[in-house]
């Protein structure tokens, strides 16, 4: 079975900074992906990077990197020069990439608060 | 290109009663999804499609709940009756195919259940 972990229930950030979201995952699964959504409050959940667990480079999108570290099991979201509309909850989500369907399992989020 | 649509987008309801959730794929996308999110935690999945095809109900309470998607397109949740405990946001997804590693699930705005 897949968990996902993420122990920050809180983050606070200055707008401008940076600001890391941990994620550690558990699995016995060679091949899988790691994803990272954020959902405002609206309630949309919104893809923001992807990670493939054979991806030799750390995925990264615009000011969002993946710190993927396979050895210690972690993909922590790292935002850069935080915005005020980055403010919300962020999710650390993972899924096997075997033959068949394998179900996106989430972890329970971070909520991140930037502040001016 | 538009997002995947759910309406409506708040319910609020005695116990006992039915209530359904509608949901508008992105257009394209054969796999369709319906997730449940408690206040605190991350989606669970309840139920996947492939075109009109339920796939994977495992996670889904079949006593009271059901779903359709007639001719692989729009897709209706419902309750039937509905209980205090399902209160909760109730997510849909869309993906393309799982022929793509990464298999990404684009999500709707959900729908906010409160059952008095």
């Known amino acids: 079975a897949q968990k996902i972990t993420q122990t920050q229930p809180g983050m606070f950030v200055q707008e401008k900074e940076a600001v890391t979201l941990d994620c550690t995952y558990d699995?016995?699964?060679?091949?899988?992906?790691l994803f990272w959504y954020k959902q405002p409050s609206s309630g949309e959940m919104i893809f923001l990077i992807y990670q493939g667990s054979y991806d030799e480079q750390n995925a990264t999108e615009g000011r969002y990197s993946l710190n993927f570290q396979k050895a210690r099991k972690s993909a922590n979201l790292v935002i850069s020069a935080s915005q005020l509309g980055d403010s919300a909850m962020y999710f650390c989500a993972m899924r096997p990439m075997n033959t068949g369907f394998q179900k996106l399992v989430f972890g329970t989020g971070t909520r991140l608060l930037v502040s001016p | 290109e538009a997002g995947v649509v759910q309406s409506p987008r708040y319910k609020i309801i005695e116990k006992k009663q039915p209530v359904a959730f509608w949901c508008n794929p992105i257009?394209?996308?054969?796999?369709l999804y319906w997730y449940r999110q408690n206040l605190g935690q991350g989606p669970e999945l309840l139920i996947r499609y492939e075109n009109e095809e339920a796939v994977d109900d495992s996670q889904l309470p079949k006593d009271r709940f059901s779903a359709e998607r007639l001719k692989g397109v729009d897709s209706t949740l419902k309750i039937q009756p509905a209980e205090l405990g399902d209160s909760a946001v109730y997510l849909c997804a869309s993906s393309r195919s799982l022929m793509m590693s990464a298999e990404t699930q684009y999500f709707g705005p959900g729908t906010r259940l409160l059952v008095l």
């Open positions: 257009s394209g996308h054969n796999t």
């Open positions: 699995t016995s699964d060679q091949s899988y992906g």
